[in-house]
């Protein structure tokens, strides 16, 4: 554990100015979960052999996007909110058309079909 502490130290030393919060701790929280997105995609491509985008690799993608785009905002990092605001444009359009494609669910009408839908 000392070893731990030491390393710990020695980092503080060399960036003085580097401090966890909340803004911090939120983009690590967004760059996690843009980077899943990736780790989605490549499972879901394993499985099915062959190269395919499951619809979770867009929400990942849009969150993950929107969260590095309020990190990046409230930094007021130009080059950062350039990186991650047309991105999100795009996920939220592939999840539209995704729904828009998705045939309308139909809620029963009658009786037997109400209880058709118990397990």
């Given at each position: 554990?000392?070893?731990?502490?030491?390393?710990?130290?020695?980092?503080?030393?060399?960036?003085?100015?580097?401090?966890?919060?909340?803004?911090v701790?939120?983009?690590?929280?967004?760059?996690?979960?843009?980077?899943m997105?990736?780790?989605?995609?490549?499972?879901?491509?394993?499985?099915?052999?062959?190269?395919?985008?499951?619809?979770?690799?867009?929400?990942?993608?849009?969150?993950?996007?929107?969260?590095?785009?309020?990190?990046?905002?409230?930094?007021?990092?130009?080059?950062?909110?350039?990186?991650?605001?047309?991105?999100?444009?795009?996920?939220?359009?592939?999840?539209?058309?995704?729904?828009?494609?998705?045939?309308?669910?139909?809620?029963?009408?009658?009786q037997?079909?109400?209880?058709?839908?118990?397990?």
């Amino acid at each position: 554990m000392d070893w731990i502490k030491e390393v710990l130290s020695n980092f503080l030393q060399q960036y003085p100015k580097f401090r966890i919060d909340f803004w911090v701790i939120l983009g690590f929280i967004g760059q996690a979960l843009f980077t899943m997105r990736f780790l989605i995609q490549w499972v879901a491509s394993e499985k099915k052999k062959e190269s395919v985008i499951p619809v979770s690799f867009w929400y990942f993608s849009l969150v993950g996007g929107l969260i590095l785009l309020a990190y990046a905002m409230h930094r007021t990092d130009p080059v950062f909110i350039l990186a991650y605001l047309p991105g999100n444009f795009i996920y939220f359009r592939n999840l539209y058309l995704i729904r828009k494609k998705q045939p309308s669910v139909q809620l029963p009408t009658t009786q037997q079909e109400k209880r058709n839908l118990c397990y």
